[in-house]
């Protein structure tokens, strides 16, 4: 019987604790980020998918096409071709298409290089009705940012 | 006078015009109130302050399609949700909300509601039924039980209450109360000695908590458990039908007890009485109730129904005894 | 209280819980043999979300795996890099620099309380408890923008690498960790405990629910929060210390009530121990190095390796076999929840419904490293 | 005594012919290798292995028709079990299963079972009736493998979908 009235009283203690917790939440501001009026600000090491760096002087990639990222990635998302062109002491970049459907952002590839040519994009917004669009040509990416 | 015709067109419109609002605003509310709760803005897209997100909410439940699957019983599960609002709706037609705002003052009205009371539960059993889903039909199972359960301590409290005034028409209750805030019934001085009639308030508001299935007592819609209970089955106005009368019969719980325990339209403070202050007191209960909804985990169906017989029906029982004896001795 | 169970007819009904279900939290199914409210055989079926993990890490290298074990345990994605880092560098002979140990366990300890706060939520939410979550989820966020700075990625993150980490963490994520960790401690009183572990409905609720005793943990082979809620102390911390763990001094909470309010109070009680872990190891970070030197083809020497890790959900296994080429000849991955779940059908017969739920809910399911 | 001693000295009965040689002969650190390489060549027995090296304590190889007993004896000694796993050896026209078992005690001891059975006939007795939760384990091996769980009470398909008619773990599957 001492349990009846002890779980009545304690009981109506806690809900009412609860009630009052819920209610001082209730004035207090909301945290929830305004998302597409306010845009967050990615972190330095944001893996997004990846990118071609440009050549600080030339603007062309780094990229000597060693296939180091290609055989790194886990995924097969990378094919790239590199051709040695005339004058050139290194190979430089034909293509680079990534297949960002498959891809698992694991980072391998940037990882794996050795030539200071791939880095992460930023770009988290990364949403289309149509597969095709992630099938991405960083070459022309990077030609198009210049 | 002439208007004896009009007088019931202008109730049942105005009637249904607060109904309709009550019900697409109360989904508002709800949703501005848990989202403060939970620290975020809840709706805010769809107009100034998402305002009329209920608008885009009816217009869009009313253009999709009410799918009724193969092998439900299809009279039963179109009529349903129809049920669901016709005891909501009729229930207004004896609240008083002021003094001369008042569809019809009858002497049983208090009879009347609970009747209507037990037919909402109806609703909910046709619906559940009909959609032959297991989900649904369990969930049907809860609710009859459920209500079953606690309109025993619901009616309980009443009763004192109508002994109290002598009266069971809800308009004699609230002028019974009329005066400021201690002559209300939660706070009743009866010849000097205090009536512990917040007792009877607190199991009263409980039970309309469980009576309109609402959480923590939610054991019909219980989403985490039976997915969506007895409206698994429904899309489009069906299920917009069910909600809006799961609000309309929070609105009706709450006139319900303000009328019986807050003393209806009365000012608290002795100064004039209106019908504001009939709404300022609903909407108050009603932001309890969401809050409360908003607080809680939900509770199980045999700790549901143990409340109600092992602890608000014997203390329902002894409010009536106690408050006999008041009146009956002073 | 679990009601005893009287079949008074045999009018049962199946009853599918899921796949598609909200208290299943994925896609697991399960078959309910029901007599109204009263569950008479349970089983789970398995296997919605098999993705093959062990004949994929048959067909890539040591690394190209990596990626993939966070995709198992999402939520605590770091014990399962950090469980292959571990089995790898034992086959391998990799010792780890001691700065990259010290890092592993910090961001697993922080992984780990940002899963136990999503299981309070999502436990909370199978009650019927919805503002809990987002509560939960505030801090959560806090975590997860801590490990973001870090790793690169709030989910996945395959930050571990065979011998180290891949970056160096940085004076703002140890001042935020420490924000973090005085938030929360805050926090955990007044606003988890009072308005939930407290509550009476909840009390309630989930006392003496999902009773498994001791010796059904050991015959189904539950380990973590669940065998700790049965009195078990087991750890794999402790009993079979790995990484740097030995040097830090934390408990093990053991209940011994066996009911879902126990694993809960041990889930509950692991996130402080985890906080004391994870300020002992900021204070004694060493420097050095976060990384060593690795061949670039790892190539192990045949044998079988095993290796365990506590995840936040039990002990995590990696059964390795190397035949001595560079990609792992079989790899068995023992999730904890697979064994934990096992339990389900033998525990929830003749139980409610809803308790069943509120039962299986306590058992921290995470149906992607079940099924894998 | 240790719990590491106990099990070797209940597991010993069950191998007669090879008390003497096991742990002592040869050096672990070549043992292994030649383990993986050829399964089938080691005879039966128990050895203790090296734990910082290979994360187990106890090595049992035995026939597929003492795995019950061992089971059993393992059962006795308060272990519990934590995973099955299949390998696959083509060459050796060989399939095996790995059993680990571990205990809840404070001291660590791992133990790990290891059978062989041949390819074409995969048919090793089931433990399940000694530790319930190796009915699911024993689930996901047949799926994975086609390993015959002898005397399983419901050996279907668990991971895969239940009209599944491959077993893809198996090294000559191809998708």
């Known amino acids: ?146 | 006078m002439e208007t004896s015709i009009w007088r019931p067109i202008i109730y049942l419109v105005g009637i249904m015009a607060f109904a309709g609002v009550n019900a697409a605003y109360l989904g508002w509310c709800e949703r501005k109130g848990a989202g403060r709760i939970q620290r975020r803005p809840g709706p805010k897209e769809v107009g100034p302050a998402g305002l009329l997100q209920p608008l885009a909410d009816g217009i869009k439940l009313m253009t999709k399609q009410l799918l009724v699957p193969q092998g439900v019983d299809g009279i039963i599960f179109r009529v349903a949700p129809v049920i669901a609002m016709i005891p909501a709706i009729t229930s207004m037609v004896v609240i008083p909300f002021s003094g001369n705002i008042q569809a019809r003052a009858m002497e049983l009205s208090v009879l009347l509601l609970f009747a209507l009371a037990s037919l909402a539960m109806i609703a909910i059993l046709l619906g559940g039924w009909a959609s032959g889903n297991k989900y649904a039909i369990i969930s049907s199972a809860r609710a009859v039980s459920q209500n079953l359960a606690y309109e025993i301590p619901m009616l309980l409290t009443v009763i004192a209450i109508v002994m109290i005034s002598g009266s069971m028409n809800l308009r004699d209750i609230a002028i019974d109360q009329q005066g400021g805030f201690w002559h209300w019934n939660i706070f009743r001085f009866e010849n000097g000695h205090f009536l512990y009639m917040w007792v009877g308030f607190i199991i009263f508001f409980i039970c309309s908590i469980a009576e309109t299935n609402r959480a923590p007592f939610d054991m019909a819609e219980a989403e985490s458990e039976l997915v969506a209970g007895f409206m698994t089955e429904y899309s489009s106005m069906g299920f917009g039908l069910f909600m809006m009368g799961e609000y309309l019969n929070i609105v009706v719980g709450a006139c319900l007890t303000a009328t019986l325990f807050l003393g209806g339209w009365d000012c608290p403070f002795g100064q004039t009485p209106g019908v504001w202050w009939f709404l300022l007191k609903i909407y108050i209960l009603i932001f309890t109730v969401i809050w409360v909804r908003w607080t809680f985990p939900r509770t199980q169906v045999y700790r549901l129904l143990n409340l109600s017989w092992k602890i608000l029906i014997p203390f329902s029982l002894v409010n009536v005894l106690v408050t006999a004896a008041f009146i009956k001795v002073f | 209280m679990t009601l005893p169970v009287e079949l008074r007819h045999d009018e049962t009904f199946v009853l599918n819980l899921g796949p598609q279900h909200p208290a299943t939290h994925g896609v697991l199914r399960v078959k309910l043999t029901m007599d109204g409210e009263y569950i008479v055989h349970a089983e789970p079926v398995l296997g919605y979300i098999h993705r093959m993990h062990e004949k994929i890490a048959e067909a890539g290298s040591f690394p190209q795996f990596m990626p993939n074990t966070a995709r198992m345990d999402y939520l605590h994605a770091l014990a399962f890099n950090h469980g292959y880092a571990l089995v790898v560098e034992k086959a391998a002979g990799i010792e780890v620099p001691e700065r990259a140990e010290y890092i592993r366990v910090i961001t697993v300890e922080l992984n780990r309380i940002a899963s136990h706060l999503l299981w309070w939520a999502a436990f909370l939410l199978d009650l019927g408890g919805f503002t809990p979550l987002l509560y939960a989820f505030d801090d959560r966020e806090k975590v997860l923008d801590l490990l973001e700075r870090i790793t690169g990625s709030r989910l996945t993150y395959c930050y571990m690498r065979f011998g180290g980490v891949y970056n160096d963490i940085d004076d703002e994520f140890i001042a935020g960790t420490r924000d973090f960790i005085r938030r929360l401690r805050s926090r955990m009183p007044r606003l988890y405990h009072d308005l939930v572990t407290h509550n009476i409905i909840l009390i309630k609720r989930i006392t003496d629910i999902g009773f498994i005793s001791a010796e059904q943990c050991r015959r189904y082979g539950a380990t973590g929060p669940v065998a700790r809620g049965s009195g078990i102390d087991f750890d794999v911390r402790k009993n079979e210390p790995y990484s740097v763990y030995p040097e830090f001094d934390f408990d093990v909470p053991v209940y011994h009530e066996c009911d879902s309010m126990a694993r809960y109070m041990v889930r509950v009680d692991e996130m402080e121990q985890s906080m004391r872990i994870i300020e002992q190891a900021l204070d004694k970070l060493p420097d050095g190095p976060v990384q060593a030197k690795v061949p670039k083809n790892l190539k192990p020497e045949a044998g079988y390796y095993y290796s365990a890790v506590e995840t936040a959900r039990g002990s995590l296994g990696h059964r390795l076999v190397c035949d001595g080429g560079k990609n792992p000849y079989k790899l068995k991955l023992r999730s904890p929840t697979f064994s934990n779940l096992s339990l389900f059908g033998e525990v929830a017969e003749g139980m409610l419904l809803a308790d069943a739920l509120a039962f299986m809910g306590s058992l921290d399911l995470v149906i992607p490293e079940i099924d894998r | 005594m240790t719990i590491l001693e106990q099990t070797q000295a209940a597991l010993a009965p069950l191998f007669p012919a090879q008390e003497e040689p096991p742990a002592a002969a040869e050096p672990e650190g070549e043992e292994p290798v030649e383990a993986a390489t050829s399964p089938a060549e080691r005879r039966p027995g128990v050895a203790t292995t090296e734990y910082s090296r290979q994360g187990y304590h106890l090595e049992v190889l035995c026939e597929p028709g003492q795995l019950v007993a061992v089971a059993e004896i393992l059962d006795r000694q308060r272990f519990f079990i934590e995973s099955i796993a299949g390998v696959d050896w083509p060459k050796q026209e060989q399939l095996e299963v790995v059993y680990d078992f571990t205990t809840y005690e404070a001291e660590p001891c791992r133990v790990a079972v290891r059978t062989v059975v041949p390819r074409t006939a995969p048919l090793v007795p089931t433990i399940s009736g000694v530790f319930s939760g190796a009915d699911w384990h024993e689930r996901e091996t047949f799926d994975f493998y086609g390993i015959i769980f002898d005397g399983h009470p419901d050996l279907s398909r668990i991971l895969l979908p239940e009209d599944a008619d491959f077993h893809p773990l198996l090294k000559d599957y191809m998708p």
């Open chain 1, 1 to 146: 019987m001492s349990g009846y009235w002890s779980d009545i009283l304690v009981g109506s203690k806690s809900l009412l604790t609860g009630m009052m917790i819920t209610a001082r939440e209730f004035f207090r501001p909301v945290v929830t980020e305004n998302y597409p009026y306010e845009v967050p600000v990615m972190t330095e090491r944001f893996r997004g998918h990846i990118e071609l760096i440009p050549n600080e002087e030339s603007g062309k990639p780094n990229c000597i096409a060693c296939m180091a990222c290609q055989r790194a990635c886990p995924s097969d998302c990378i094919s790239l071709k590199g051709s040695k062109k005339e004058g050139d002491k290194k190979k430089s970049l034909d293509s680079y298409i990534l297949d960002f459907t498959k891809c698992s952002l694991c980072g391998s590839c940037v990882e794996s290089c050795n030539f200071n040519a791939l880095r992460f994009s930023k770009e988290y917004n990364l949403a289309s009705f149509n597969k095709d669009d992630f099938i991405i040509d960083l070459l022309k990416r990077l030609e198009d940012q210049n």
